[in-house]
């Protein structure tokens, strides 16, 4: 085979999935940074340049920033309970324990349900009066409380979820992490006496840190993309306590319609993941190099 | 591990291994309790929907009034079709890629690589605005391709399977090449059917994710004939003609049983397949 027609078969190979990614993602990518730089059409306006007005009406817009503190208290209060629990889940998993395969089973089975139907449960668990939390809490004589209709609790009930959902998935990282580690490293760390913690803490913990970052990297990015819970349990709601800048976009994009302004909310959730992607790349090309 | 079991010295013994095997077993309880909650409330009458008597009575009421209640059927028959024709775009489409990255030397590659891995960074959930916009002028708002397009050309699955056709050795290649395959065929007979365990679990990953997906289809769907069975869910207990819980909780376990189902038949492909190709 030539070498022009190797380059003619390998473009051609390439060009469906090019021509759909660049339709789907480095358009739109790009698009979005334009359009935050012009108004939102309305009626017989067009939409016109307007500079950085998009940006300066974002800086002012108090539901703005709300909505971006409960993103970052979202991961947060989600990434490092979930990663210990996966952690946790997975050592005793890797052990001999009696019903390991139904215990694995257990931890894992939210994760392939949908997030919406997860929700639906949820809600039904936090309802005032009728839901199961209230109802246990009330035989402890704790006083009834909207959980998801006030402000101080609400986004620690989407928390909650969050974890439930993700920490399963998590888990089977580092049970596929641990399996890989030397059985003689145990041996040799018993014969030195060290404590199971100790061994933990000092060679299966360090060794595991491939899987950590590989899983934190995944998790931050989860945590600016996830809003369904948020759609189905509060809506954003009370007084924007859950609203996540995901969900803040949505709701300028689609119930406001004002487009010019979310493409500028876009455009930061773009910075804010490219950010997180110099990570990502950095961590898939060294998975590139191991192979 | 092959050889004799070696004996691993922190496994836990005697009492250890009963209090490690009691928290574990707690801590799986606690995990499946809220999908427990879910069966019993949608199992059994209303009134008993927070009253735990081991006498209350079975029924399948709730499942037959959601199913009246709103067009179930057609939302499952969109979601199959969704995520049947997510997979067979991402199947044709990844595979050409990555035969093309694997195995071809053409300028420009590298770039196009890059090109493609952008997408695991800025994921079509983001790009919510501007596909909108999108679906609108090729004029096809409200159909069960447009939910599919922003997904089909999948950066992880161009990764995922580029990772697999570059450990097939060289040498099926030249032999299937010298007699007289071509390209294409080349790829069919030898790449392909050795790439089947990844195939099996990236497709896994994939019907799960679009089987689950909510946010892009709610927003580009508005019609029984295009919705998939997450939005219908949602359109269906939001309403506000006051469905009780014991049905909404019915449909939820509805959305969720053919996955459920399928996980609880195949745990070990599915564990595997969400470890083989897990980024989503």
């Given at each position: ?44 306006r ?30 947060l ?9 996966a ?9 001999r324990?009696?019903?390991r ?42 006083p009834?409380?909207n ?12 928390i ?16 596929a ?26 060679v ?52 406001f ?10 455009a ?8 997180l ?15 | 591990?092959?050889g004799?079991?070696?004996v ?16 574990a ?10 999908l ?28 037959s ?57 800025i ?12 679906m ?31 450990t ?10 010298v ?11 030898v ?26 289809p ?63």
């Open positions: 085979m030539t070498r022009l027609s190797a380059s003619i078969h390998g473009w051609l190979l390439l060009l469906p999935a090019l021509a759909l990614l660049a339709l789907f993602t480095h358009f739109p990518a790009v698009a979005t940074l334009i359009d935050s730089f012009y108004s939102t059409p309305r009626g017989a067009g939409s016109v340049y307007v500079g950085l007005d998009n940006y300066l009406t974002m800086v002012e817009d108090p539901v703005f920033w709300t909505s971006l503190v409960n993103s970052i208290w979202f991961a209060g989600t990434i490092p309970i979930s990663i210990a629990l952690i946790l889940m997975a050592l005793w998993v890797n052990d324990i009696a019903g395969t139904l215990v694995r089973m257990a931890y894992f089975t939210p994760t392939i349900l949908p997030m919406i139907a997860v929700a639906n449960i949820w809600l039904f668990f936090y309802t005032p009066q009728y839901g199961l939390l209230e109802q246990v809490l009330g035989t402890l004589g704790v009834s409380h959980w998801l209709g006030s402000p101080s609790t609400a986004l620690t009930c989407v909650v979820v969050a974890i439930w959902k993700e920490a399963g998935f998590f888990m089977i990282f580092y049970l992490a641990l399996q890989q580690i030397a059985p003689h490293l145990a041996e040799a760390a018993a014969l030195e006496g060290a404590s199971r913690w100790t061994f933990f803490r000092r299966q913990f360090p060794l595991l840190m491939p899987t950590t970052l590989f899983v934190l990297v995944n998790a931050v990015i989860g945590a600016f993309r996830t809003v369904d819970h948020v759609i189905v349990m509060t809506r954003g709601g009370p007084d924007n306590a859950t609203s996540l800048l995901l969900f803040h976009l949505y709701q300028v994009g689609f119930s319609w004002d487009t010019g302004y979310a493409a500028a909310i876009t930061v959730l773009l910075a804010i993941l490219a950010t992607a110099f990570g990502q790349y950095f961590f898939l090309e060294r998975r590139v190099h191991y192979r | 591990m092959n004799p079991m070696r691993d010295p922190y496994e836990p013994r005697g009492v250890a291994r009963v209090v490690e095997s009691a928290g077993a707690l801590l799986a309880l606690f995990w499946v309790l809220p427990l909650y879910a069966l019993w409330t949608a199992f059994h009458p209303a009134e008993y929907s927070t009253r735990f008597t081991p006498d209350a009575p079975l029924t399948l009421e709730n499942f009034r959601a199913w009246a209640a709103a067009p179930f059927a057609r939302y499952f028959l969109n979601s199959f079709l969704l995520v049947t024709l997510v997979l067979a775009c991402q199947f044709v489409l990844c595979t050409l890629a990555a035969y093309a990255f694997a195995r071809y030397e053409f300028p420009g590659r590298e770039l196009a690589f890059l090109l493609v891995l952008v997408q695991l960074m994921m079509p959930d983001v790009l919510i605005v501007e596909n909108y916009r999108t609108s002028r090729l004029g096809v708002l409200d159909s069960i391709p447009a939910i599919a397009l922003p997904y089909v050309a999948s950066a992880f699955g161009v990764f995922l399977l580029r990772q697999t056709f570059k097939v050795p060289r040498e099926l290649d030249d032999a299937a090449r007699e007289g395959a071509n390209a294409l065929q080349v790829l069919m007979r790449y392909v059917p050795l790439a089947r365990p990844v195939y099996i679990a990236y497709g896994l990953v994939s019907v799960s994710y679009h089987w689950n997906n909510f946010l892009w709610l927003i580009v769907t508005n019609s029984v004939e295009s919705r998939p069975l997450t939005v219908g869910l949602q359109v269906f207990s939001s309403g506000d003609q006051g469905i009780d819980w014991s049905v909404i909780c019915a449909a939820t376990l509805m959305t969720s049983a053919p996955l459920l189902l399928a996980f609880l038949l195949f745990q070990r492909q599915f564990v595997q397949s969400f470890m083989r190709a897990g980024i989503r």
